[in-house]
């Protein structure tokens, strides 16, 4: 019974969500608080100045609502009202969506300055892995 309650490196580790940027950019750890600007659209730029291009999965994907609770610290709803909002009001636009990870990947490989996330078994060697502090 206690074996029941002890987490499995293997598939937690697998199924684990990282940050990944395309390779030019050059911060690779980022705090949760700047993260969290960037992913809600209120920072538009990397902390060195570079344009930030900010790819997202559908809100009702199971890997977009792992992301916003366990990363972010928020709810996904919270995040395309926050969207949603900027793009009614017309002060900024909602982040670029993708359709499956595997396209998320390509898609973050081949923008500058781009930031999305997926499970760690989709990344390959054309993306960079950003540390969040």
Excluded: C
């Excluded at 029941?4 to 199924?15: D, F, I, M, S, W």
């Excluded at 990282?18 to 809600?40: G, W």
């Excluded at 390959?124 to 502090?133: L, P």
């Amino acid at each position: 019974m206690v074996l029941a309650l002890l987490p499995l490196p293997v598939q937690a580790n697998e199924r684990q969500i990282v940050l990944i940027a395309h390779p030019n950019v050059a911060d690779t750890v980022l705090t949760r608080d700047t993260t969290r600007a960037i992913f809600a659209m209120r920072q538009r730029s990397w902390p060195d100045g570079q344009a930030v291009r900010v790819f997202v999965l559908p809100s009702s994907h199971p890997v977009h609502a792992r992301f916003a609770k366990e990363r972010l610290t928020v709810y996904p709803h919270q995040l395309q009202l926050a969207w949603d909002r900027m793009v009614f009001s017309g002060t900024g636009q909602a982040p670029s969506q993708v359709d499956s990870q595997t396209e998320m990947l390509e898609r973050v490989a081949t923008t500058p300055g781009a930031l999305g996330y997926l499970e760690r078994e989709y990344l390959d060697e054309r993306v960079q892995i950003i540390t969040m502090e």
